[in-house]
Every structure is written in C-alpha cells, then in structure tokens.
C-alpha cells in the first residue's frame, strides 16, 4: 500500500499535482454553481418587482 | 418523429434537461473520483521505474484528455450552430469552453509537476507541450471573444468559427509525439489493445478519466443554464421556473 507520509522526494509532486486539482475542480464548480444562482436570483427579483 | 426530435432542440426543454443532470452528474462525478483517487493513490501499486511519482498519471492524464475532448465537442457543438442554427449547440460550446480552459491549465500544472522529478525541468519547448499550451491560449481567446461579443450585443458567429479554425490544434496535440523527436512520452490511451500499463493501474485511471467526464458534463450543465437564463431572462417560461 502506497505510503502516504513517506513517499520521499515524490510526497511533494504526487499531493501537489492532487491537490491542486481537487482545489481547481472545486473552486471552479463552486463558481460556476454561484454565477448560476446568482443569474437566478436577478430574475427572481425582476419577476418579484414587476408583479 | 421529426417533432419528437424537434422537441429536444428546443432551448426550453434543453434547461429542463440540464436542470436534472447537473446535480446526478455531479454526484456520479464525486463518487467515481472518490473510488479512482483512493484506489490509484492508495492501492495501486507503485512502478518499477518512476516509484511512486507515477501516481500523478491519475490527474493528468484525464485532464489532458479533457481538454482534447472538450474542445472537439466544442468544435461539433460550433459546427451545428453555425450551419443548423440550432442555440442549445452554442450554449453547450460557451458552457464548455471554461471548463476545458480549466483542465488544460490542470494537465500543465500536473505535468511541470510530473516533468520535474523525471525530466529534471519544470518545462521544455518540446511539441507535445508547446501544442498544449497553445490550446490554452486558443481556449482564452474563445471565451473573450464570446464575452465581448455578448457585451456587444452581436450574435456568438465569429467565436463559432474561431472555435472550427482552432481545431486544427487537436490533431497536432494528439500526434506531436508521433509525429516529432518529444522528451513526453507516446500516448498511453491509446494502447488498449494491447495495454502498456498493469490492470491494477489502469482501472483506477479508467475510473479517475470517467470522473473527470462526469465533472466536465456536470459543471458545464451549469455553465451552459447560466447563459441560457442570461440570454432568455425576459422568456415567460423561464419566470415561471425562477
């Protein structure tokens, strides 16, 4: 089994490169999920104020 | 049936359609991403050569096919816009777009990270890489050419056929290894028939590559929904969604 806290001179190239994805893939579906309901919300209050 | 298929081009039933794939998508891309990255990071075992620096293969390499994948559907997507004018085509391909920018940043990063324990170098100006980041440039270019075309008020053609034109990068990418003297290695997906990697390390990659597919597919739902209420904001179907 791979070990996590002794992989050498790798630790910081294999965690970093994994790391650096998650954060990416997270923060960009995050921001994709917010820019949506913020569109969402601009609609919601357009339709609130005119009825 | 013409109708029946009709239906499903229509820019309201597409954001029903996304509305409901987008969280299901999202949550099939977390469980397989979950499973893939435990078992390559954990599990698999390390290689006779690379030791355990191998393991970063279980982020790059879907990233960078990603970002070869996401572009062709893009150029697809162009296409049938350009020529059908069919919308949901051209939401889909500007949804896509920041999403492929996004992996193609990722398959650079992971591999500078790759690069330098094997290669000694972050970076050379070698094709496979020079083409990719190329692709990089291609990506950002499309999105502010769509964005400032949006700002303009002038309909999305040129990005479409900026998005055809950049394709002729997809072919050079994927055969720069074949094609030139390059320090990256040849293609490792394309050795299925007869595979150059272990079954206890390919499964796991297989599973991390239809992770990054369901991600790809889920977040540009989103994307894709996000333009589509831009754009049809004053369309009483979508009031009554709100």
């Given at each position: 089994?791979?070990?996590?806290?002794?992989?050498?001179?790798?630790?910081?190239?294999?965690?970093?490169?994994?790391?650096?994805?998650?954060?990416?893939?997270?923060?960009?579906?995050?921001?994709?999920?917010?820019?949506?309901?913020?569109?969402?919300?601009?609609?919601?209050?357009?339709?609130?104020?005119?009825? | 049936?013409?109708?029946?298929f009709?239906?499903?081009?229509a820019?309201?039933?597409?954001?029903?359609?996304?509305?409901?794939?987008?969280?299901?998508?999202?949550?099939?891309?977390?469980?397989?991403?979950?499973?893939?990255?435990?078992?390559?990071?954990?599990?698999?075992?390390?290689?006779?050569?690379?030791?355990?620096?191998?393991?970063?293969?279980?982020?790059?390499?879907?990233?960078?096919?990603?970002?070869l994948?996401?572009?062709?559907?893009?150029?697809?997507?162009?296409?049938?816009?350009?020529?059908?004018?069919?919308?949901?085509?051209?939401?889909?391909?500007?949804?896509?777009?920041?999403?492929?920018?996004?992996?193609?940043?990722?398959?650079?990063?992971?591999?500078?990270?790759?690069?330098?324990?094997?290669?000694?170098?972050?970076?050379?100006?070698?094709?496979?890489?020079?083409?990719?980041?190329?692709?990089?440039?291609?990506?950002?270019?499309?999105?502010?050419?769509?964005?400032?075309?949006?700002q303009?008020?002038?309909?999305?053609?040129?990005?479409?056929?900026?998005?055809?034109?950049?394709?002729?990068?997809?072919?050079?990418?994927?055969?720069?290894?074949?094609?030139?003297?390059?320090?990256?290695?040849?293609?490792?997906?394309?050795?299925?028939?007869?595979?150059?990697?272990?079954?206890?390390?390919?499964?796991?990659?297989?599973?991390?590559?239809?992770?990054?597919?369901?991600?790809?597919f889920?977040?540009?739902?989103?994307?894709?929904?996000?333009?589509?209420?831009?754009?049809?904001?004053?369309?009483?179907?979508?009031?009554?969604?709100?």
């Amino acid at each position: 089994m791979f070990e996590i806290f002794d992989m050498g001179p790798y630790n910081f190239y294999v965690w970093g490169s994994v790391a650096s994805a998650l954060l990416l893939m997270g923060v960009f579906a995050w921001r994709s999920y917010a820019q949506f309901q913020k569109i969402r919300q601009q609609i919601k209050w357009s339709v609130d104020v005119q009825s | 049936m013409f109708r029946f298929f009709h239906q499903f081009l229509a820019v309201k039933t597409f954001d029903t359609l996304l509305a409901w794939a987008a969280p299901v998508l999202g949550a099939l891309s977390f469980a397989l991403l979950a499973v893939g990255l435990s078992w390559g990071l954990l599990f698999a075992p390390s290689d006779y050569q690379q030791l355990d620096a191998f393991r970063i293969i279980y982020v790059h390499v879907p990233s960078a096919f990603l970002s070869l994948f996401i572009y062709s559907v893009m150029a697809v997507c162009a296409l049938m816009a350009l020529v059908f004018h069919i919308k949901i085509f051209d939401y889909w391909a500007r949804g896509s777009a920041s999403v492929g920018a996004a992996f193609t940043f990722l398959a650079l990063l992971t591999g500078a990270l790759w690069g330098k324990p094997m290669w000694g170098t972050w970076w050379v100006w070698d094709a496979r890489l020079t083409s990719e980041l190329v692709l990089l440039f291609i990506y950002l270019g499309i999105i502010l050419l769509r964005n400032a075309l949006e700002q303009a008020n002038q309909p999305q053609t040129l990005a479409q056929i900026l998005t055809l034109v950049g394709f002729v990068n997809i072919p050079i990418i994927h055969f720069s290894v074949n094609w030139w003297f390059t320090l990256h290695q040849g293609a490792t997906l394309s050795k299925f028939a007869k595979p150059s990697m272990h079954p206890d390390m390919l499964w796991p990659l297989l599973i991390c590559i239809a992770g990054f597919m369901f991600y790809y597919f889920a977040v540009a739902a989103l994307q894709a929904r996000r333009f589509i209420w831009q754009k049809h904001a004053a369309d009483k179907w979508l009031k009554e969604r709100v």
